[in-house]
């Protein structure tokens, strides 16, 4: 048994869909939890500037004594996995791979659409994935840069008119492919799950970044022994770099829990 926590970061708000599902599925795990809002979007960045943002984060999230790390962020986990992994003597996991595998299963018609931010469709990492696990299946991707600031800003309810035009925009063009399965391919968009479910009907099964991510650590937990005291209750921690009454607010209506102590704000450019 491990209690020590897990370490979970994105950019900023997306990850708390990953933490949500942990929060579910692991509850007597304590989690660390890193939105670096100051930075945030990650999405438009390159794949150097990603890289040092990334670094720093696991930097800061290692002044703890974790026993794991969850790359809460799809931009993050196409672009710089598996040079965390070499540089860090612990297990990072991050989103691809799970979400491609269940992207995979899911499908019957082979067409999966995947919408994520342009560092993610450019990297071509999820297609490298599904090529290698499931070559039959043909990947139709879409950059949706608008997504992540409009996430940010709260712009997540269906009624909303920029968040329901723009996401018409990016899935209307998409949707003709004749894709059955999309993969929510940054961790932000299952916020928006309702608009992009009611856009895309019933016909169309979404795969979610953060949650398939949170059943994989589970398994990893599982596997090298490192699960906490299952009669324990765990904590979560929440750390952001910019102001911390925005981040609060969301993060407890999408949580559906007080953050116990608030959300602390750290200096990410020491790290
Ligand atoms: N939520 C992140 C992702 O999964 C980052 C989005 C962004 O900051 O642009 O890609």
Redesign the pocket.
Known sequence: MDNRPIGVF???L??LTAVRSLRQILPEENLIYFGDTAR?????RSRETLLRYARQDVRFLRTHDLKAILIA???VSTTSLTTLQAENDLPIVG?VEPTCRRAAAMTKNKRVGLI??LA?VRSGAYEACLARIAPEVQVFAKPCPLF?PLVENGRIHPGDIVIETVAREYLEPLLETGIDTLIL????YPLLSEIIGSICGPGVTLVS?GEESAFELKRLLKARELRADPRRAGTAEFCVSDRVEDFERIASLFLQEELRHGARRVDIEQY
């Open positions: 994105d950019s900023g997306g990850g945030v979007p990650y999405g438009g962020c799809g931009t989103v994520a931010t993610s992540v391919g940054c961790t932000h970044a």
